[in-house]
């Protein structure tokens, strides 16, 4: 298949191919049936700022826990979902605003493979069809003979047989289908490819063929890839770059060695820690993040991680060190974020025969959400822990709420920290980078 013969006169390869700037897609909760019958209204920020860029031939991969933005961010930079705000450029242009004619021509020159192949390929159309359609859509190929041509040439360079060509999904198994939705993408020859966990669905052995597919393609064609994954491990293997998202936001992008050597923020070190390493020496210490990622509509202030982050910091005057401030800042966020229902915690002390008074009542709070022992902490902290505690056991939430905003105090959820360069290509969203620390 002859590539040159069928694509555009490129620009210049001066600057980028992508470029994204500010990019935001917020969804409106109101939109769902449910929202509406119980008025639950406001935004979704899914995506909520984020700033990448991607050369041609180039690897950029996405990374992050589940619900954090990642597959909404490929497919805004894609234009199926609308931006809210920010720009997107590629070769240059703005895309936010194409329709027509110049929303066809960059949909083909930008391509996705998705998650689960098969839900993505009609299982009415053979696999020629699939081929062919989006060629004939884009005036690719003199003529349906030629067309079908190149379909089978496509199936034989993603490993599969021309004699598949009138097979329908169903009959290939999981690696195979993924191979035809590769060769799909690759029918209108794109500049770019977003692929949206690409292999999650698939065994090991048949991951390693599919990245190495991706690889030789990429190679051969000079695909820009931003690639969409939650395996560290797989990250490794075909990434150039990796940014790091959390909750709507990047917190952290740099070349794939430098990060895994030398990550800046305490996010991508906890992510890090998970990654399985043959060698002892180059094994560390598991950091289990605490709590659940917040709700993107309703995200925290300042840093979006401090609610989890095991090295927020304390205030210029606390005299507690890491560990002791760590748990009252937990205790902090629990008492604020959970719903504490007074009465479900007399129930639980009475069927463990305990008393069920306002002082038992403080005592559990104290005994289940301070994760540390209260004597450890220093005499004012200390205190303060008591008093929200006794505030809950006597049903007063505002003063607990009051007590633990004023007595534990962070410029991590008072401040968003800055992008900060930590190296060439090393860039980190955290209070911590530049503090000596």
Do not use: W
Request: include cysteine; glycine fraction near 8%.
């Amino acid at each position: 298949m002859s590539r040159a013969a069928s694509t555009p006169e490129t620009e210049s390869s001066d600057g980028p191919l992508l470029a994204v700037e500010g990019l935001q897609k917020h969804f409106d909760r109101a939109d769902g049936f449910l929202d509406k019958l119980v008025g639950e209204g406001g935004k979704i920020r899914a995506v909520d700022g984020v700033d990448f860029s991607l050369d041609r031939g180039e690897t950029l991969a996405v990374v992050g826990e589940s619900g954090c933005g990642k597959s909404t961010l490929g497919r805004t930079v894609l234009n199926l979902d609308t931006p809210t705000g920010g720009t997107v450029r590629f070769a240059g242009d703005e895309i936010s605003d194409l329709s027509g004619k110049d929303l066809k021509q960059y949909r083909r020159r930008a391509q996705m493979v998705f998650q689960d192949p098969l839900a993505s390929l009609n299982p009415r159309k053979t696999v020629g069809e699939i081929l062919t359609a989006p060629m004939e859509v884009h005036g690719i190929g003199d003529s349906k003979a030629d067309r079908r041509e190149r379909a089978k040439e496509l199936l034989e360079r993603v490993g599969l047989k021309p004699g598949h060509y009138d097979r329908y999904p169903r009959q290939f198994s999981g690696g195979q289908q993924q191979r035809v939705g590769i060769a799909r993408a690759l029918a209108v020859e794109p500049d770019l490819i977003v692929a949206d966990e690409p292999v999650s669905a698939l065994d090991v052995s048949v991951q390693a063929q599919i990245l190495q597919l991706l690889e030789d393609l990429q190679e051969e064609y000079d695909l820009a890839l931003l690639f969409i994954s939650h395996d560290l491990s797989v990250v490794r293997q075909v990434a150039d770059r990796v940014a790091v998202m959390y909750l709507g936001e990047l917190v952290e992008t740099a070349p794939v060695d430098t990060l895994f050597a030398e990550p800046s923020h305490p996010y991508t070190e906890s992510l890090l820690s998970a990654v399985p390493r043959i060698d002892p020496e180059h094994r560390t210490d598991r950091i289990v993040l605490e709590g659940t990622v917040p709700s993107p509509a309703d995200p925290p202030s300042g840093c979006r991680f401090h609610t989890r982050c095991p090295k927020v910091i304390p205030p210029e005057d606390s005299s507690a060190d890491q560990s002791a401030f760590r748990a009252a800042f937990s205790f902090r966020n629990r008492i604020l974020s959970e719903d504490l229902d007074v009465e479900a915690i007399r129930t639980r002390l009475d069927s463990e025969g305990r008393a069920t008074d306002e002082a038992a009542v403080a005592d559990y709070v104290v005994e289940t959400m301070l994760e540390a022992d209260p004597d450890s902490l220093p005499g004012e902290a200390a205190d303060a822990v008591r008093e929200a505690a006794d505030a809950i056991a006597s049903e007063n939430h505002d003063l607990a709420e009051r007590v633990v905003r004023e007595a534990f105090p962070s410029p991590c959820e008072r401040e968003v920290p800055d992008d900060t360069r930590v190296g060439e290509q090393h860039v980190a969203s955290c209070h911590r980078i530049g503090d000596g620390d």
